[in-house]
């Protein structure tokens, strides 16, 4: 009997279309999650007057606006986006640990987390890019002759 394949969250399969789909799909859901949450604190900061935790301001939705774009291309399955999407978010809390001074910034476990959504996004559209390639190039193989060992439908 086979064994059930198990699925990793932090390093996902990206062998097939599906597995890629899926993992480019991360990347989606992480930079629309950074939106939105980014949009609350900069609309918090327009209800009290001030800046939030530091450093935040009203210039926070420009980040929103952003990562909503984000989040569009990576569900269009671009790789530039996906490659954008992981650089802005590393460069946000770059920014926000060095606006604040401390190098414990708050919300570490989801920045992990967050990370590693959108390293599997990037991993699934490049994933993506080379199976349809691949794919692509099997489709003129006459019937009758025989696939390369580890091509699809082999």
Known sequence: MTEPKKHNVFWPSVSSLGDAKKAAG??????????????????????????????IDAWAYVDAILFSAVAFGVHKESRFSALAGLALFILEKTHQMYATG?????????????????????????ALRHLRKQSDGQQGVPADQPRPAGSAGS
Do not use: D, H
């Not at 919300?107 to 559209?125: K, P």
């Open 26 to 55: 991360y990347g989606t859901g992480a930079a629309i999650v950074v939106a939105v949450i980014t949009a609350a604190f900069a609309t918090w900061t327009l209800v009290s007057k001030s800046t939030v935790i530091g450093y």
């Open 102 to 126: 401390q190098f414990q910034f708050q919300g570490a476990v989801l920045a992990v987390f967050l990370t590693m959504m959108f390293v599997s996004s990037v991993r699934g559209t490049f």
